[in-house]
């Protein structure tokens, strides 16, 4: 049998009054049942819910049993999924017709980009598909609902991603906020955070691939780049003076100020670095 498109993941404390009208909902929507899956995992204490799903006779349905603690069992729903696509559902909602069509739209347009997916349903009221270019946007966007567990939805490649990182067993979606305990630089949270969360081996393996030095040699159009003196985050090191003179198309500027890319401009509505882009836009067309 094919891997599905769709895995709809339900993790439950085994409290059936409430999942059973979601597994109603779920399969009356008269879905190809090849097309997903439903993968409930329980780590209810003396739960009778394997016993109420007996009614419940579908090829596409799975349940595991769980010792799962907390909010782990959040997790192993996620890895418990064949689909290519892993979206979650909170055991007590109980979705509107055209829901997993819907959801099956998203993972065939998607499949191959493997974009981050969230669903809000409806409940940020505007209306269609918002796309983000950076995390910024998407933050920005969702709002509070970010940290909305039942709108996440997971790639079948990133799974395994998780495995990599030390949850926190109450709330697994959030970082582990007993590790600050060890940061005492930046250094420390990288290591700690945010190469961990990223794929990363540690914060040198983080700082050696993403570093925009590595990039500086292909760029092949006029660029300006602008880093202050001041950052307080840059070392000397970080500077690339020597990549700049060594590329025709680069300008690089180190004002005295401008801390962490601030360029603020006191007593005024334009930042610093907003007249200098422009300044050299200008500068650009009138030199061709």
């Known amino acids: 049998?094919?891997?599905?498109?769709?895995?709809?993941?339900?993790?439950?404390?085994?409290?059936?009054?409430?999942?059973?009208?979601?597994l109603e909902a779920i399969y009356s929507q008269n879905i190809d049942i090849s097309?997903?899956?439903?993968?409930?995992t329980d780590n209810g204490v003396d739960s009778t819910l394997s016993q109420d799903l007996e009614l419940y006779r579908y090829d596409n349905l799975h349940y595991?049993?769980?010792?799962?603690?907390?909010f782990l069992n959040l997790v192993t729903s996620l890895e418990c999924g064949n689909g290519t696509l892993r979206k979650m559902l909170n055991h007590r909602s109980v979705i509107i017709p055209g829901t997993i069509e819907r959801w099956l739209s998203f993972a065939e347009k998607y499949k191959k980009t493997k974009p981050v997916l969230f669903f809000s349903d409806f409940r940020l009221k505007k209306g269609?598909?918002?796309?983000?270019?950076?995390?910024?946007?998407?933050?920005?966007?969702?709002?509070?609902?970010?940290?909305?567990?039942?709108?996440?939805?997971?790639?079948?490649i990133d799974v395994d991603r998780i495995k990599t990182v030390k949850l926190n067993e109450m709330f697994p979606?959030?970082?582990?906020?007993?590790?600050?305990?060890?940061?005492?630089?930046?250094?420390?949270f990288d290591n700690l955070f945010t190469a961990?969360?990223?794929?990363?081996?540690?914060?040198?393996?983080?700082?050696?691939?993403?570093?925009?030095?590595?990039f500086i040699p292909n760029i092949k159009v006029k660029t300006l780049i602008l880093t202050p003196l001041d950052?307080?985050?840059m070392s000397k090191k970080c500077y690339p003076i020597k990549e700049a003179d060594e590329n025709k198309f680069i300008t690089l500027e180190m004002p005295k100020y401008g801390g962490h890319v601030g360029f603020a401009?006191?007593?005024?509505?334009?930042?610093?670095?907003?007249?200098?882009?422009y300044e050299y836009v200008n500068e650009i067309e009138e030199n061709k």
């Open 1 to 22: 049998m094919n891997e599905p498109l769709l895995s709809i993941c339900i993790p439950t404390n085994g409290i059936s009054k409430w999942i059973l009208p979601t």
């Open 35 to 40: 097309l997903y899956e439903v993968v409930i």
């Open 64 to 70: 595991v049993r769980t010792n799962d603690s907390g």
């Open 128 to 156: 269609g598909c918002i796309e983000c270019e950076n995390i910024d946007s998407f933050i920005e966007n969702l709002s509070y609902w970010s940290s909305w567990s039942a709108g996440l939805s997971i790639w079948d």
């Open 173 to 188: 979606n959030t970082i582990n906020m007993k590790l600050m305990d060890k940061v005492e630089d930046m250094e420390d």
């Open 196 to 214: 961990q969360y990223n794929g990363f081996i540690d914060a040198v393996d983080y700082y050696e691939k993403t570093s925009s030095i590595n």
């Open 231 to 233: 950052d307080p985050i």
């Open 265 to 277: 401009s006191l007593f005024s509505k334009v930042y610093w670095l907003e007249k200098r882009v």
